[in-house]
């Protein structure tokens, strides 16, 4: 479904870095989206949209699934 959204879509690199610090580079890079920090366990909706980001951090807000639109 990603390749139906506008936009460059999944952010492998920022895996492993700050959550802050990504949110500003992925809307920078498709400012069609917003990018929400997210809580690793978090439970969240399964609804797929093309305007969101969900950057799933640790405890000490490090990303820890690669970030991508849904």
Excluded: H
């Excluded at 580079?25 to 399964?46: K, R």
């Amino acid at each position: 479904m990603a390749s139906d959204c506008e936009g460059k879509s999944a952010w492998p690199e920022l895996l492993g870095t700050n959550g802050e610090k990504a949110i500003a580079i992925i809307q920078s890079q498709n400012p069609a989206v917003i990018a929400v920090l997210v809580p690793e366990d978090s439970d969240v909706t399964g609804d797929f949209r093309c305007d969101r980001v969900r950057v799933y951090v640790n405890k000490n807000n490090v990303i820890t699934r690669v970030p991508s639109i849904g």
